[in-house]
C-alpha cells in the first residue's frame, strides 16, 4: 500500500501525494422483512411499468414463489412474461438464450428477478442487452472480453433474491462463465445495478443445507474482501469519468461489511443446521444485504479472483442440494476454498483488520477463546473452523483439482486484473500459485 492506513473503526483520508481524495456510493433502494415480497406488484406499478419480464430458474419456479409474484403483478393490471430456463452458475450461452428469448417476447418496461444469484445475474445481462446494441461480450471485462460501457440507460429492475449470500441485488455485477475460455468473469458498471431488492427471508427456507453454507461463504467473504480491500485513498486520483463502482474499501462500506461479519457469526452455524430456524434466517438475510452494501462499492480481491478459475475449469465435482446434470462448483464454495491462504497473504496490509474480522468470527465459535494467537494465522484458522463446520469441502483437492492444475487456476486468476487492484497489496502470479497450492488441502 501506498499510503497510511486507517483505523479500522474511523477511516479518514490518506495523506500520500496525488492519491484519490473522493470516493463513491451507491445502493438500490431497499425493501426488507418477512412478506415483503406480497407487494411487489404495488412496488412494480410505481416504476411506471406495465409490461414485465420475470425472470427466474426451474428450481426457484418450483417452489411456487415466481407465480405467486406474476400473479400480485396480474392483478394490478401489469402483463407478465416468465422466463424460468436460468442456468445455475450462468454461462455466456444460456444469458445469450434468456436474451433472445426476451427480445422475441418484448418489448417490456420494467424486469422482475426472483431467484439466487445466477437469476439476478441473468436479469442484469438481459436487461443491457434489451437497452443497449452490440453482443454479450462486447461488455464482458478486459481482457476476456471487450469492457465496453454500455450507452444507454437500463429498464428498471427489481432483484427478488431467494438464497441468502449473492448480494446481487446491490451490486454492479453480472457473473457469467465463458465456457470456450473455461473462466468465469463479469460484465461491471453502475447501469446494472438494481432499481430495488425486495428482500424476504420467507423466500430462503427452502435452500437445502450446502446451497445455505455455500451462499454463507459468499456472505463472508463479501464482507471480509471488502472490510480488507485496498483503502479508496491509496489508489491514484481519477477524474469523475473514470472511477469504477470497485472504489476500495471507505468509512461508509466499513460500516455494512463489519456489521455484515457479526450478523454472520452468530447466525450461520444455525441456519445450515436448522433451515427452519427464522432468526437465523433473518440475520442471514441482513448480512446478505449488508454485505452487498459493503462489497458493492469497496469490491472485493484475492478470494474472489481465484474463485473465478476454480468454478469456471471445474471437471467432476457435483455438490449435494444442486443441480446434478452437470459438474458444478457453487460460487461462495469456490471464493471459501482459497480464503484462508489469500488473508494470509493480505494480513500485513492491515493487521488490525484482520485480526478485528478474526475476533467477530470467533463469536460464532463454541471456544471463545479462538483465535489462537494475534498474527497471521488467526484469520485463517477460524475460517477453516468455521468451513468445516457448515460442511464444506476440505479443499481443492476434494473439487478435483491437484498440484498439476495450478499454473491453470493462476492463469485463470490473472485474467481478474479488476479484482486484483482491489487487493491490498500487490499480488504476483508466484502469489497467487502459492495462495492455490496452500488451498488444495485445508486439514
Request: charged content about 20%.
Amino acid at each position: 500500500m501506498t499510503g497510511p492506513r486507517p483505523s479500522p473503526t474511523t477511516g479518514g483520508p490518506s495523506s500520500a501525494t496525488g492519491s484519490e481524495s473522493v470516493f463513491t456510493y451507491a445502493a438500490p433502494g431497499l425493501k426488507f422483512g418477512r412478506g415483503a415480497s406480497n407487494e411487489l406488484g404495488w412496488d412494480v406499478e410505481q416504476l411506471g411499468a406495465r409490461r414485465v419480464l420475470l425472470v427466474t430458474d426451474p428450481g426457484v419456479a418450483a417452489t411456487g414463489h415466481p407465480e405467486r409474484i406474476a400473479e400480485q403483478m396480474r392483478g394490478r393490471g401489469l402483463a407478465v412474461t416468465t422466463y424460468d430456463q436460468v442456468h445455475v452458475e450462468p454461462t455466456d450461452a444460456s444469458m445469450q438464450h434468456a436474451v433472445e428469448a426476451a427480445r422475441a417476447a418484448g418489448p417490456f418496461d420494467a424486469v422482475v428477478a426472483v431467484g439466487g444469484g445466477s437469476a439476478i445475474d441473468t436479469a442484469k445481462a438481459v436487461d443491457l442487452m434489451l437497452t443497449n446494441e452490440g453482443e454479450l461480450m462486447d461488455y464482458v471485462n478486459r481482457p476476456v472480453g471487450g469492457g465496453r460501457a454500455p450507452a444507454s440507460p437500463l429498464l428498471p429492475l427489481v432483484a427478488v433474491p431467494t438464497t441468502t449470500g449473492t448480494g446481487s441485488e446491490s451490486t454492479t455485477i453480472c457473473v457469467l462463465d465463458v465456457l470456450a475460455l473455461e473462466v468465469k468473469t463479469g460484465i461491471s458498471h453502475a447501469r446494472l445495478r438494481p432499481t430495488l431488492a425486495v428482500v424476504d427471508p420467507d423466500l430462503t427456507t427452502t435452500q437445502p443445507p450446502m446451497v445455505t453454507a455455500s451462499c454463507g461463504m459468499d456472505i463472508l467473504c463479501h464482507a471480509l474482501e471488502s472490510w480488507t480491500a485496498r483503502w479508496f485513498g491509496d489508489f491514484a486520483a481519477k477524474a469523475a469519468d473514470e472511477r469504477v463502482p470497485y472504489c476500495g474499501a471507505n468509512p461508509i462500506a466499513d460500516l455494512w461489511s463489519e456489521k455484515a461479519l457479526s450478523l454472520l457469526a452468530g447466525s450461520f452455524r444455525a441456519a445450515v443446521r436448522d433451515g427452519d430456524d427464522a432468526t437465523a434466517r433473518d440475520r442471514m438475510a441482513l448480512a446478505a444485504t449488508f454485505a452487498g452494501l459493503g462489497f458493492g462499492n469497496a469490491g472485493v480481491h484475492v478470494p474472489h479472483a481465484c474463485a473465478y478459475p476454480v468454478a469456471g475449469r471445474v471437471r467432476d465435482y457435483r455438490p449435494a442440494g444442486y443441480p446434478q446434470d452437470e459438474p458444478l462448483v457453487p460460487h461462495g464454495m469456490a471464493v471459501v476454498m482459497t480464503a484462508p491462504a489469500a488473508f494470509g497473504l493480505t494480513f500485513h496490509a492491515s493487521p488490525e483488520r484482520h485480526l478485528r474480522a478474526a475476533t467477530l468470527l470467533s463469536d460464532g465459535l463454541a471456544d471463545p477463546s479462538s483465535p489462537a494467537d494475534a498474527g497471521p494465522t488467526a484469520l485463517p484458522e477460524v475460517l477453516r473452523r468455521l468451513m468445516r463446520d457448515v460442511g464444506m469441502p476440505s479443499g481443492l483437492a476434494e473439487l478435483g483439482y491437484d498440484a498439476g492444475d495450478v499454473d491453470g487456476l493462476v492463469e485463470g486468476a490473472l485474467q481478474q486484473q479488476r479484482l486484483l487492484a482491489t487487493a491490498p497489496v500487490d499480488v504476483t502470479a508466484d502469489d497467487l500459485a502459492g495462495v492455490f497450492r496452500a488451498s488444495l488441502e485445508h486439514w
